[in-house]
């Protein structure tokens, strides 16, 4: 079983919906997750950090994490074509900075 | 300017063949790492350092070496390149240990025929 588990997609929505995008993780001593975001042909470039459990909102994203289910979320508002990227979903423990990646989500919003 | 600049950007090689794969960043970070991206399977921490004279093993270290010329340039190798090593291949830095956020560069596709 990985340590990270994330649907590989494609998902596809029309411009406007409201987009979720999910990991699960098996590793209870993850205290750190990140958002990352990839556009084809590029290096991935963070988007959301949390740290423990709860909310953060930047802007249209919204980060969620449930340590008890072992489950975070990330939340798209009113999504945009260029929207369109893979999502890669990253933790780690404390005292370690090795980061364990999902293997993304690709994303695809239609105009 | 690019922050964290990766050299090759493409390269096919052939079986056997020694390759080099090298990172240059100017945001001043001490810490760097190398990930090899394969579809299904994510990123996947190949190396990291963090001070030139600190160098660890990740993930899947075999058939890989790397070397830390300068805070700025990391170096990765594949002494005796195979077909398994092609793949996608990231160089990223950060800096302080509570800052989690990595930035990556823009990637090499390594091709091993």
């Known amino acids: 079983q990985k340590e990270v588990e994330q649907d590989p997609g494609p998902l596809s929505v029309p411009e406007g919906a409201i987009v979720s995008l999910n990991c699960t993780y098996s590793n209870s001593a993850f205290q750190y997750f990140m958002w990352y975001r990839q556009y084809s042909r590029k290096g991935p470039e963070l988007l959301m950090y949390?740290?423990?459990?709860g909310n953060k909102e930047d802007g249209r994203f919204t980060a969620q994490v449930d340590k008890s289910s072992k489950y975070i979320s990330l939340f798209i508002r009113d999504s945009q074509p260029s929207d369109s990227a893979t999502y890669l979903c990253a933790m780690r423990g404390s005292g370690t900075y090795k980061y364990i990646f999902g293997t993304g989500t690709r994303l695809k919003v239609l105009a | 300017d690019a922050d964290v600049t990766q050299t090759p950007r493409n390269r096919i090689t052939k079986t056997g063949k020694r390759i080099m794969l090298e990172c240059s960043q100017t945001?001043?970070?001490?810490?760097m790492y190398w990930y090899r991206q394969d579809p299904g399977l994510g990123l996947q921490l190949i190396y990291y350092s963090f001070d030139v004279k600190d160098i660890n093993k990740g993930e899947i270290s075999d058939g890989y070496s790397v070397s830390r010329q300068a805070q700025a340039k990391f170096s990765l190798s594949l002494e005796s390149a195979i077909p398994n090593q092609t793949a996608l291949y990231f160089c990223a830095t950060s800096d302080s240990p509570g800052n989690n956020e990595q930035f990556f560069g823009p990637g090499t596709r390594l091709t091993v025929l």
């Open positions: 949390t740290y423990s459990s």
């Open positions: 945001k001043g970070h001490d810490r």
